[in-house]
Protein backbone atom coordinates (compact mmCIF):
# COMPACT_ATOMS: atom_id res chain seq x y z
CA UNK A 1 0.00 0.00 0.00
CA UNK A 2 1.56 3.30 -0.75
CA UNK A 3 1.65 6.79 1.35
CA UNK A 4 -0.03 9.00 0.42
CA UNK A 5 3.33 11.43 0.41
CA UNK A 6 4.65 8.59 -2.48
CA UNK A 7 1.57 9.04 -4.46
CA UNK A 8 1.80 12.99 -4.27
CA UNK A 9 5.15 12.92 -5.16
CA UNK A 10 4.66 10.70 -8.41
CA UNK A 11 1.84 12.97 -9.62
CA UNK A 12 4.21 16.15 -8.84
CA UNK A 13 6.83 14.58 -11.27
CA UNK A 14 3.85 14.35 -13.87
CA UNK A 15 2.52 17.71 -13.52
CA UNK A 16 6.39 18.46 -14.04
CA UNK A 17 6.25 16.88 -17.20
CA UNK A 18 9.14 14.77 -15.98
CA UNK A 19 7.24 11.69 -17.34
CA UNK A 20 10.52 9.41 -17.91
CA UNK A 21 11.54 10.18 -14.15
CA UNK A 22 8.00 9.22 -12.95
CA UNK A 23 7.99 6.14 -14.74
CA UNK A 24 11.73 4.95 -13.72
CA UNK A 25 11.59 6.45 -10.04
CA UNK A 26 7.84 5.04 -9.38
CA UNK A 27 7.12 1.92 -11.68
CA UNK A 28 7.63 -1.45 -10.96
CA UNK A 29 10.30 -3.02 -13.38
CA UNK A 30 7.94 -5.84 -14.57
CA UNK A 31 4.81 -3.10 -14.52
CA UNK A 32 1.90 -3.18 -17.13
CA UNK A 33 0.09 -0.03 -18.28
CA UNK A 34 -3.69 -0.43 -20.70
CA UNK A 35 -4.97 2.40 -22.39
CA UNK A 36 -9.09 1.30 -22.50
CA UNK A 37 -9.74 -2.48 -24.00
CA UNK A 38 -6.14 -2.68 -25.82
CA UNK A 39 -3.53 -4.87 -24.76
CA UNK A 40 -1.19 -4.48 -21.44
CA UNK A 41 2.19 -3.30 -22.23
CA UNK A 42 4.73 -4.94 -19.82
CA UNK A 43 7.73 -3.62 -18.48
CA UNK A 44 8.89 -0.80 -17.25
CA UNK A 45 11.29 -0.64 -19.77
CA UNK A 46 9.08 -0.50 -22.72
CA UNK A 47 6.74 2.09 -20.80
CA UNK A 48 9.72 4.25 -21.04
CA UNK A 49 10.31 3.66 -24.29
CA UNK A 50 6.91 3.95 -25.21
CA UNK A 51 6.89 7.46 -23.59
CA UNK A 52 10.03 8.92 -25.09
CA UNK A 53 8.26 7.88 -28.62
CA UNK A 54 5.00 9.79 -27.45
CA UNK A 55 7.38 12.59 -26.01
CA UNK A 56 9.02 12.92 -29.80
CA UNK A 57 5.50 13.40 -31.39
CA UNK A 58 5.19 16.40 -29.73
CA UNK A 59 6.60 19.93 -29.23
CA UNK A 60 5.34 20.78 -25.67
CA UNK A 61 3.72 18.01 -23.23
CA UNK A 62 1.61 19.71 -20.34
CA UNK A 63 -0.05 18.02 -17.63
CA UNK A 64 -2.80 20.39 -15.20
CA UNK A 65 -2.65 20.51 -11.61
CA UNK A 66 -4.43 17.15 -10.55
CA UNK A 67 -7.51 18.02 -8.12
CA UNK A 68 -8.61 14.15 -8.22
CA UNK A 69 -6.66 11.33 -6.26
CA UNK A 70 -8.12 8.80 -4.59
CA UNK A 71 -6.19 6.15 -2.42
CA UNK A 72 -7.96 3.00 -0.74
CA UNK A 73 -5.21 0.53 0.17
CA UNK A 74 -3.60 -0.56 -2.92
CA UNK A 75 -5.59 0.79 -5.54
CA UNK A 76 -5.10 5.12 -6.42
CA UNK A 77 -7.44 6.36 -8.84
CA UNK A 78 -6.13 10.04 -11.00
CA UNK A 79 -8.30 11.69 -13.16
CA UNK A 80 -5.40 13.52 -15.37
CA UNK A 81 -5.90 16.23 -17.73
CA UNK A 82 -3.00 16.54 -20.66
CA UNK A 83 -2.47 19.03 -23.57
CA UNK A 84 -0.38 18.02 -26.44
CA UNK A 85 1.15 20.25 -28.74
CA UNK A 86 1.98 19.11 -31.85
CA UNK A 87 4.88 21.04 -34.13
CA UNK A 88 1.87 21.90 -36.32
CA UNK A 89 -1.68 21.79 -36.27
CA UNK A 90 -4.00 22.72 -32.90
CA UNK A 91 -3.08 20.96 -29.39
CA UNK A 92 -4.81 18.46 -28.54
CA UNK A 93 -6.50 17.96 -24.61
CA UNK A 94 -6.98 14.52 -23.35
CA UNK A 95 -8.98 13.79 -20.70
CA UNK A 96 -8.12 10.40 -18.55
CA UNK A 97 -9.17 8.25 -15.46
CA UNK A 98 -5.40 6.31 -14.42
CA UNK A 99 -6.85 2.98 -12.39
CA UNK A 100 -3.59 1.75 -10.82
CA UNK A 101 -2.46 -1.16 -8.50
CA UNK A 102 0.55 -0.06 -6.01
CA UNK A 103 3.09 -3.23 -4.95
CA UNK A 104 4.45 -1.38 -1.97
CA UNK A 105 5.63 2.05 -3.09
CA UNK A 106 5.54 1.74 -6.71
CA UNK A 107 3.31 0.97 -9.66
CA UNK A 108 2.35 -2.55 -10.52
CA UNK A 109 -0.53 -1.86 -12.77
CA UNK A 110 -1.92 0.82 -14.49
CA UNK A 111 -5.03 0.99 -16.77
CA UNK A 112 -6.66 4.00 -18.42
CA UNK A 113 -10.35 5.25 -19.53
CA UNK A 114 -11.09 7.85 -22.01
CA UNK A 115 -12.69 8.92 -24.92
CA UNK A 116 -10.45 8.25 -28.14
CA UNK A 117 -11.85 10.45 -29.90
CA UNK A 118 -9.96 12.75 -28.18
CA UNK A 119 -6.91 11.42 -29.62
CA UNK A 120 -7.68 12.18 -33.42
CA UNK A 121 -7.62 15.40 -35.22
CA UNK A 122 -11.21 17.24 -35.82
CA UNK A 123 -12.21 17.80 -39.13
CA UNK A 124 -10.67 20.43 -40.91
Not at 50 to 75: C, H, N, Q, S, Y
Not at 76 to 97: C, D, L, N, S
Amino acid sequence: MPARDRVQGFVALVEQAKFVEALEEFYHPGATMQDNQQAPRIGRDRLVADERATMARFEAMKTDPVTDLLIDGDKVMIRWKFTFTPAEGPPVIMEEVALQRWEGDRIAEERFFYDPRQTRTPPA
